[in-house]
């Protein structure tokens, strides 16, 4: 698939990429496990979510889904991106040319000037010619404040999202051992009123480490503040495999560092292990 090639970044396309990067952090995928779950390759998504290329609409749509997000506020805010990106929002109406209050010699009937004795080419000042330019200048006019009225009613319902009717919470993915190496946000675990922080240490640096758990999926994952590249976050629970989350580049530090779940049903006996590349490993368990 073709990327849309850049033309002219603006404030409109800076505000698409950062929605974007806020969706993405939304799902706890780290650019690669993006690319692994889309059609576009996590150089790609580097590009779009850095502004430095508009991301098709297919991707914002596909990074929509991912995120269990309605496409609707998104793909409005793309659409006047793409004029910006494009050029096209800077596209004014052409001048209409000047009438003159004197009446040319067109315009007397029966009066056509003094001969010349040869046809010199020119523009048609008559009334036919004059009715039609002012015809052009309406449409022109008429074309202009739909534009803005357009685009200030899409501003509109992308600044005021409460105008933009809720849509229900998407059902859960996945339920208690289905969890188990998934993200929870891209499985709609990672809900506010549906999660509770089991337990949570401070680590040397400040930054919290948690044990996270959703009632709605009985599933527990880990998380950590602040990370930097190379630091490993793991979940585990009693004879259960580990869960493994990395920081793999600089991408991923801008976010919270976020384990895949585990089976939680039990809510005891989870344990989180923070390894900074540089430091010690801490644990500690539920």
Same mark, same amino acid.
């Not at 803005?148 to 319902?157: D, E, I, R, Y």
């Not at 509770?196 to 930054?207: M, Y």
């Given at each position: 698939?073709?990327d849309?090639?850049?033309?002219?970044?603006?404030p409109?396309?800076?505000?698409?990429?950062?929605?974007?990067?806020?969706?993405?952090?939304?799902?706890?995928? &780290?650019?690669?496990?993006?690319?692994?779950?889309?059609?576009?390759?996590? &150089?790609?998504?580097?590009? #779009?979510?850095?502004?430095k290329?508009?991301?098709?609409?297919?991707?914002?749509?596909?990074?929509?889904?991912?995120?269990?997000?309605?496409?609707?506020?998104?793909?409005?805010?793309?659409?006047?991106?793409?004029?910006?990106?494009?050029?096209?929002? +800077?596209?004014?109406? $052409?001048?209409?040319?000047?009438?003159?209050?004197?009446?040319?010699?067109?315009?007397?009937?029966?009066?056509?000037?003094?001969?010349?004795? *040869?046809?010199?080419?020119?523009?048609? *000042?008559?009334?036919?010619?004059?009715?039609?330019?002012? =015809?052009?200048?309406?449409?022109? $006019?008429?074309?202009?404040?739909?534009? $803005?009225?357009?685009?200030?009613?899409?501003?509109?319902? =992308?600044?005021?999202?409460?105008?933009?009717?809720?849509?229900?919470?998407?059902?859960?993915?996945?339920?208690?051992?289905?969890?188990?190496?998934?993200?929870p946000?891209?499985?709609?675990?990672?809900?506010?009123?549906?999660?509770?922080?089991?337990?949570?240490?401070?680590?040397?640096?400040?930054?919290?480490?948690? =044990?996270?758990? &959703?009632?709605?999926?009985?599933?527990?994952?880990?998380?950590?503040?602040?990370?930097?590249?190379?630091?490993?976050?793991?979940?585990?629970?009693?004879?259960?495999?580990?869960? +493994?989350?990395?920081?793999?580049?600089? #991408?991923?530090?801008?976010?919270?560092?976020?384990?895949?779940?585990?089976?939680?049903?039990a809510?005891?006996?989870?344990?989180?292990?923070?390894?900074?590349?540089?430091? *010690?490993?801490?644990?500690?368990?539920?």
């Amino acid at each position: 698939m073709t990327d849309t090639e850049a033309s002219a970044a603006g404030p409109v396309c800076g505000r698409l990429a950062g929605e974007l990067r806020d969706l993405r952090t939304r799902t706890g995928l &780290s650019m690669v496990a993006l690319a692994e779950r889309t059609t576009y390759s996590k &150089s790609s998504w580097e590009r #779009y979510l850095n502004g430095k290329q508009l991301a098709p609409r297919q991707a914002v749509e596909a990074l929509c889904t991912v995120a269990h997000e309605p496409a609707g506020r998104l793909v409005a805010l793309w659409e006047l991106a793409d004029l910006e990106w494009s050029g096209r929002a +800077h596209t004014t109406a $052409a001048p209409v040319a000047r009438t003159d209050t004197t009446p040319s010699y067109d315009d007397r009937p029966g009066d056509h000037g003094p001969s010349t004795g *040869h046809a010199t080419p020119g523009p048609v *000042h008559g009334r036919g010619g004059r009715r039609h330019r002012g =015809i052009l200048a309406v449409l022109c $006019a008429v074309g202009l404040t739909a534009a $803005a009225g357009v685009t200030a009613w899409l501003l509109t319902a =992308i600044d005021n999202p409460t105008n933009i009717a809720p849509s229900a919470a998407p059902a859960p993915g996945c339920h208690a051992r289905t969890c188990t190496g998934h993200q929870p946000t891209a499985m709609g675990c990672a809900l506010p009123d549906q999660e509770e922080v089991l337990g949570e240490q401070r680590l040397s640096t400040g930054t919290p480490l948690e =044990i996270v758990y &959703s009632e709605q999926c009985r599933a527990a994952w880990a998380l950590v503040g602040t990370a930097r590249i190379g630091d490993v976050l793991t979940v585990s629970t009693p004879g259960g495999a580990p869960e +493994h989350a990395t920081v793999a580049d600089k #991408y991923d530090t801008e976010d919270p560092l976020v384990t895949p779940m585990i089976d939680g049903s039990a809510r005891t006996g989870l344990r989180a292990c923070f390894e900074p590349a540089d430091g *010690h490993r801490k644990c500690f368990h539920t």
